[in-house]
């Protein structure tokens, strides 16, 4: 567009700016096919920096936009467009200057009548020397309607006078008549005994310093109530420096605290409750340990010593009791390991989990060659974590995946290493800012229905017999509270056709 034709149309778009082209606003209309300006006031100029001939010469206002502000820009139009004569609410954005400076404003825009289609645009500069606390006047409704309330109030403290003044939310709070007169004395009668001294230490520190106060003591109202409330307090002085004016805010936070004072309790309780627990099982399995050594060594001689004396039945029922008592040992040193896993006094440390692998294969040789398994995998991280742990997780996942093979089908393990995606940190609560590894072992034996997925996890869990694959239940809680206390996770997945996938998700780094 020429600038003749620049001013042609701002004579024309008079009846649109005609208020707001000589008042505080800021006010464009800008095209809906490509966002340039056809028409801009000269307020828009003169606090922006562009000129008229810049303005008509081509320019864009998402050009004025940081990118990451583009989709909200585009959302606000397209509400806009699609309800008939809309216009949008006050939203903060920021704009750029000729010169670069990006500054505040409350944009709103509203959809032209013209046949060309426009948008009409009228933005309030932020004049404040800090940055807006809203970022729309929905934002800042919410904001007045959470202060607005009989939780909160301010003051005014004329210390000459010895005069203080409340807004309505704190004589609510103090549940005082609200035509008492207060003085500091009155204030601080309510101030709990045991939070006086401090109170008032403090306050007298931030008017001998100007340093802001904040500070939560606890107050008991003209009705007896006993609330803790959270005060911020500043300084105002004279040009001489002497303090003649103390100003704040008072916020009664006691529901609030008696909600994380619960919490609190709550998870001591649990915490408590989880180290009984683990100090029964851990207690529980060693004490069990030395009766179950002599049903085993009694068993052993009565099998020795009366094996031509006993008859089919007796020496089936010893039997049952010898493979009882090993199935009891196998039972009660998974409970030992389980009940030592967060008990450990081990520091993290750097483990190349290609040795730990190696060394899993070493100890599982015999089982390996007996199945005749095959491998397929790929190199693995170093990661910092407890390495006997870390072998173990590996040796209960690797064993699984030989005993739950199919019959006559050679047993074949793949094991693969890649990054999480974004999705997966954000299933499983995990911190974006760490880096994770991610280690699958997908198996070819008999599977399981994903609805099982979980329960696997849970101590004593089983979805077969003992007699067609024995074992304590425990194996994937182990591994499971492993990766709980490397702050990673574990999950298992059936994968159709081919058999059970476990993935578990590690930091790289331990924060401790």
């Known amino acids: 567009m020429t600038e003749q034709g620049y001013s042609d149309y701002r004579l024309d778009a008079t009846k649109i700016a005609l208020i707001a082209a000589e008042g505080p606003m800021l006010v464009a209309v800008i095209r809906s096919v490509d966002y340039s300006f056809i028409y801009a006031n000269t307020r828009f100029e003169q606090y922006l920096g562009y000129t008229a001939k810049e303005i008509a010469g081509g320019l864009r206002f998402t050009e004025l936009l940081e990118d990451y502000q583009l989709n909200r820009f585009y959302f606000l139009l397209k509400n806009i467009t699609e309800v008939k004569d809309t216009q949008s609410q006050f939203t903060v954005f920021k704009i750029k200057d000729k010169s670069g400076v990006r500054k505040p404003f409350y944009l709103s825009a509203a959809l032209s009548n013209s046949e060309n289609g426009a948008y009409h645009l009228v933005l309030q500069p932020d004049l404040s020397k800090w940055d807006m606390p809203f970022t729309s006047f929905n934002t800042r409704e919410l904001f007045l309607q959470q202060f607005n309330s009989e939780d909160f109030g301010t003051f005014e403290w004329i210390i000459e006078f010895d005069k203080v003044y409340w807004s309505t939310g704190i004589y609510n709070i103090y549940e005082v008549d609200h035509e008492t007169e207060i003085d500091y004395r009155f204030v601080s009668s309510f101030v709990h005994p045991a939070d006086k001294g401090k109170l008032n230490g403090a306050v007298k520190q931030s008017i001998e310093t100007g340093n802001d106060l904040s500070i939560e003591f606890r107050i008991i109202t003209a009705r007896n109530n006993v609330k803790t409330i959270l005060t911020l307090g500043r300084t105002i002085k004279n040009k001489e420096g002497v303090a003649v004016l103390y100003t704040g805010s008072v916020w009664d936070v006691t529901r609030q605290r008696a909600i994380e004072d619960d919490l609190k309790n709550k998870v001591e309780e649990l915490n408590h409750s989880n180290r009984e627990l683990e100090e029964f099982a851990y207690m529980a399995s060693h004490d069990m340990q030395e009766p179950l050594r002599k049903i085993s060594t009694f068993s052993d001689r009565l099998s020795d010593k009366y094996k031509d004396i006993l008859k089919d039945e007796g020496t089936m029922y010893l039997k049952r009791i010898i493979a009882s008592a090993e199935n009891m040992r196998s039972l009660i040193n998974d409970l030992l390991e389980f009940s030592k896993i967060s008990k450990t006094s081990?520091?993290?440390e750097l483990v190349d989990l290609n040795i730990v692998y190696r060394q899993v294969k070493t100890d599982l040789?015999?089982?390996?060659?007996?199945?005749?398994?095959?491998?397929?995998?790929?190199?693995?991280?170093?990661?910092?974590?407890?390495?006997?742990?870390?072998?173990?997780?590996?040796?209960?996942?690797?064993?699984?995946?030989?005993?739950?093979?199919?019959?006559?089908?050679?047993?074949?393990?793949?094991?693969?290493?890649?990054?999480?995606?974004?999705?997966?940190?954000?299933?499983?609560?995990?911190?974006?800012?760490?880096?994770?590894?991610?280690?699958?072992?997908?198996?070819?034996g008999i599977g399981f229905e994903n609805e099982y997925a979980l329960?696997?996890?849970?101590?004593?869990?089983?979805?077969?017999?003992?007699?067609?694959?024995?074992?304590?239940?425990?194996?994937?809680?182990?591994?499971?509270?492993?990766?709980?206390?490397?702050?990673?996770?574990?999950?298992?997945?059936?994968?159709?056709?081919?058999?059970?996938?476990?993935?578990?998700?590690?930091?790289v780094l331990q924060l401790s």
């Open 346 to 348: 081990q520091s993290y």
């Open 365 to 444: 040789e015999l089982i390996i060659e007996e199945t005749s398994t095959q491998f397929d995998e790929k190199p693995l991280p170093i990661v910092k974590g407890i390495p006997s742990q870390m072998k173990q997780l590996f040796t209960n996942i690797i064993n699984n995946a030989i005993k739950f093979r199919k019959p006559n089908v050679t047993p074949l393990i793949k094991i693969d290493t890649s990054s999480p995606s974004d999705e997966e940190l954000q299933k499983y609560e995990l911190n974006r800012h760490s880096k994770y590894c991610k280690i699958s072992i997908t198996d070819n």
């Open 455 to 507: 329960r696997i996890f849970q101590v004593f869990q089983r979805l077969h017999g003992k007699a067609d694959y024995p074992g304590s239940g425990i194996g994937l809680a182990i591994c499971k509270k492993i990766l709980e206390y490397h702050h990673g996770v574990i999950f298992a997945e059936n994968v159709p056709d081919t058999g059970a996938r476990f993935v578990f998700i590690l930091p």
